[in-house]
Nanobody, 118 residues
Framework: VQLVESGGGLVQAGGSLRLSCAAS????????MGWYRQAPGKQRELVAS????????NYVDSVKGRFTISRDNAKKTLYLQMNSLKPEDTAVYYC????????????WGQGTQVTVSS
């Protein structure tokens, strides 16, 4: 199983980035997908999630209206469009896959660094 994130980088406040997570080795359409982030000295937090069919999304309050999670099941890829970035969005962003049938089975990507300068 591999979840490979890409698209992170350094951006100025107010800018945008689009993260991608390419999945292999799993039945992508049978997984709820999520983006988590972890800033230095802080706990990992769930940023956004999307159900296996893509109908339902959820966001942490701090990113609502700025971030959009989406998925392409045919391409086995998860996305996170991040607009109006703020310095407090700086963190390592991780892709997560959780099976809908056995929720205890989950997989993580290696993470991608997002740095927002003020």
């Amino acid at each position: 199983v591999q979840l490979v994130e890409s698209g992170g980088g350094l951006v100025q406040a107010g800018g945008s980035l689009r993260l991608s997570c390419a999945a292999s080795g799993i039945t992508f359409s049978l997984n709820t997908m999520g983006w988590y982030r972890q800033a230095p000295g802080k706990q990992r937090e769930l940023v956004a999630s999307i159900t296996n069919g893509g109908r339902t999304t959820n966001y942490v309050d701090s990113v609502k209206g700025r971030f959009t999670i989406s998925r392409d099941n045919a391409k086995k890829t998860l996305y996170l469009q991040m607009n109006s970035l703020k310095p407090e969005d700086t963190a390592v962003y991780y892709c997560n896959a959780r099976q809908i049938l056995i929720s205890s089975i989950e997989h993580w990507g290696q993470g991608t660094q997002v740095t927002v300068s003020s």
